[in-house]
């Protein structure tokens, strides 16, 4: 069993930046699939960014050149860097890991709250 924390949302203006955290309970070495969803009031969730064995990235196009998503295995921890924050940026943003290689993982942290203000 996989838990997942996220930390680091909160209220920022448009053009700003946050750093979002996401700490797993053991070791997430053995995780080939992490990665960052999200999910607006009224619309479906959505991949932001993931990142799986050997350090491949996938992006949102929304998203590409703004987002930098990383992971620090010594720390458990990973993350994403957001810049240029935009009002549409606004979501819940989760955190996702999984065993396989794949850009969706099986295990889900409870999600923080980042609202940017134009």
């Known amino acids: 069993q996989v838990q997942l924390v996220e930390s680091g949302g909160g209220l920022v203006q448009a053009g700003g930046s946050l750093r979002l955290s996401c700490a797993a309970s053991?070791?997430?070495?053995?995780?080939?699939?992490m990665g960052w969803y999200r999910q607006a009031p009224g619309k479906q969730r959505e991949l932001v960014a993931a990142?799986?064995?050997?350090?491949?990235?996938n992006y949102a196009a929304s998203v590409k050149g703004r987002f930098t998503i990383s992971r620090d295995d010594a720390k458990n921890t990973m993350y994403l860097q957001m810049n240029s924050l935009k009002p549409e940026d606004t979501a819940v943003y989760y955190c996702?890991?999984?065993?396989?290689?794949?850009?969706?993982?099986?295990?889900w942290g409870q999600g923080t709250q980042v609202t940017v203000s134009s």
């Open positions: 996702n890991a999984g065993f396989s290689i794949s850009w969706l993982g099986d295990y």
């Open positions: 053991g070791s997430i070495s053995s995780l080939k699939g």
């Open positions: 990142i799986i064995s050997g350090g491949y990235t």
